[in-house]
Nanobody, 127 residues
Framework: QLQFVESGGGLVQPGGSLNLSCVAS????????VGWFRQAPGREREGVSC?????????FYSDSVKGRFTISRDNAEKTVYLQMNNREPDDTADYYC???????????????????WGQGTQVTVSS
């Protein structure tokens, strides 16, 4: 079973940028789609972005982050990144990466398709 370690969170001002990293350990991660999810205080966990396996040619973004976030992957480093630009206060949340062990991003990124979560990294957008 793959394990993920998220990092890069912190405090950023509205309009600022932050780059999150998700490092995988285990065999075969390059073949699987990897998604970023977030959970804001008092709210349900939601999928925000996903990148397909291998060449990462296919990506998905939720409407709330489209045009502001960019997902990418470095298979040599087993790492998936989430570049977040033009941050908004509603982006404040704990961010997690995960996979459902399929090569393509699942439609709508259902949270219940994931059976294992890491510790996440906390992002706070505040002036």
């Amino acid at each position: 079973q793959l394990q993920f370690v998220e990092s890069g969170g912190g405090l950023v001002q509205p309009g600022g940028s932050l780059n999150l990293s998700c490092v995988a350990s285990g065999f075969g991660v390059n073949a699987y789609a990897v998604g970023w999810f977030r959970q804001a205080p008092g709210r349900e966990r939601e999928g925000v972005s996903c990148i397909s396996g291998w060449d990462g040619r296919s990506t998905f973004y939720s409407d709330s982050v489209k045009g502001r976030f960019t997902i990418s992957r470095d298979n040599a480093e087993k790492t998936v990144y989430l570049q977040m630009n033009n941050r908004e206060p509603d982006d404040t949340a704990d961010y997690y990466c995960a996979t459902d062990y399929a090569p393509a991003c699942p439609l709508g990124m259902p949270v219940d398709a994931v059976d294992s979560w890491g510790q996440g990294t906390q992002v706070t957008v505040s002036s």
